[in-house]
Nanobody, 119 residues
Framework: LQLVESGGGLVQPGGSLRLSCAVS????????IGWFRQAPGNDREGVSC????????FTADSVKGRFTISRDNAKNMAYLQMDFLKPEDTAVYYC?????????????WGQGTQVTVSS
């Protein structure tokens, strides 16, 4: 199982970024896919997760209305569109498989991509 994130970088407050996650090594359609983030000194935080069976989306209140998760089952890809970014969104963002499990340590994680929001 391999998850590879891309699309991170430096952006000004109010700007946008789109993260991508390429998934291989398992049946993509069978798994919920999502995003976590971790800022220095903070715990991991679930950002958003999209269920495979019905496409239901779960999103953290801190990013609701600004971040949009999507998936393309034909391409084994997941995306996180991030708009109206704030400095507090600065973190390493991780693509995660099976993001609806209760224990994050049981999920499968990518290597992460850095997002920095700063003027």
């Amino acid at each position: 199982l391999q998850l590879v994130e891309s699309g991170g970088g430096l952006v000004q407050p109010g700007g946008s970024l789109r993260l991508s996650c390429a998934v291989s090594g398992f049946t993509f359609d069978d798994h919920a896919i999502g995003w976590f983030r971790q800022a220095p000194g903070n715990d991991r935080e679930g950002v958003s997760c999209i269920r495979s069976s019905d496409g239901r989306i779960f999103t953290a209140d801190s990013v609701k209305g600004r971040f949009t998760i999507s998936r393309d089952n034909a391409k084994n890809m997941a995306y996180l569109q991030m708009d109206f970014l704030k400095p507090e969104d600065t973190a390493v963002y991780y693509c995660v498989a099976d993001c609806l499990l209760a224990d994050p340590d049981l999920m499968s994680w990518g290597q992460g991509t850095q997002v920095t929001v700063s003027s």
